[in-house]
């Protein structure tokens, strides 16, 4: 199975921040990298996939880069709506399909 | 407007099973693969099972493989999960989710349903 990493575990944040999210995959899963933002009490919502591709919708805030096995999701200009719990996801391999365990940001 | 709602879940004593739909609407299921995640209680995504177009392959994960059945009823646009021989492990919010087809990106999310195994 293909492992995913995510660091920090939880990140402190103001308004206005820049904040990094990084995600290591056990091995390569070359572009096959999804990014999902929940919020309390919510399903996951699909941010990034394909590593760099916004979903729709999303805003330009956010985004993605990496491929391999490192991988990044960067939040600027954080807004009080972006503190939430966000997750990678291989979907390279499967199965299992696997998740980063989540990085808090509060 | 593209939805999944998901229904069934409720208390299951232990050894008993369940039986969660997911229901869509402004879209298709059959045009999609779909999948089944769960969340046990203050802990990270597990993906449970997913299912192809026509029912024809069907993918588990290994803590429910011999335990759970993903199905898909596209005449009434439903997915479907049963699951048996159930533990307090798999007390946890099931989602349903669509696959955007070709990455295992999961584009639309039903809001969840509670399972909570207990005596």
């Known amino acids: 199975d293909i492992q995913m990493t995510q660091s920090p575990s939880s990140l402190s944040a103001s308004v206005g921040d820049r904040v990094t999210i990084t995600c290591r995959a056990s091995?390569?899963?070359?572009?096959?990298l999804n990014w999902y933002q929940q919020r309390p009490g919510k399903a996951p919502k699909l941010l990034i996939y394909?590593?760099?591709t916004l979903q729709s919708g999303v805003p330009s805030r956010f985004s993605g880069s990496g491929s391999g096995t490192h991988f990044t999701l960067t939040i600027s200009d954080l807004q009080v709506e972006d503190f939430a719990t966000y997750f990678c996801?291989?979907?390279?391999?499967?199965?299992?399909?696997?998740f980063g365990q989540g990085t808090r940001l509060e | 407007e593209v939805q999944l709602v998901e229904s069934g879940g409720g208390l299951v004593q232990p050894g008993g099973s369940l039986r969660l739909s997911c229901t869509a609407s402004?879209?298709?299921?059959?045009?999609?693969?779909m999948h089944w995640v769960r969340q046990a209680p203050g802990k990270g995504l597990e993906w449970v099972a997913r299912?192809?177009?026509?029912?024809?392959?069907?993918l588990y994960a290994v803590s429910v493989k011999g335990r759970a059945t993903i199905s898909r009823d596209n005449a009434s646009n439903t997915l479907l999960l049963l699951m048996n021989s159930l533990t307090p492990e798999d007390t946890a919010v099931y989602f349903c989710?669509?696959?955007?087809?070709?990455?295992?990106?999961?584009?639309?999310w039903g809001p969840g349903t509670l399972v909570t195994v207990s005596s």
């Open positions: 989710a669509r696959d955007r087809g070709l990455d295992e990106a999961f584009d639309v």
């Open positions: 402004g879209f298709t299921l059959s045009s999609d693969w």
């Open positions: 299912i192809n177009l026509d029912g024809s392959s069907r």
């Open positions: 091995e390569t899963i070359l572009n096959f």
């Open positions: 394909g590593a760099n």
């Open positions: 996801q291989q979907g390279y391999s499967s199965p299992p399909i696997t």
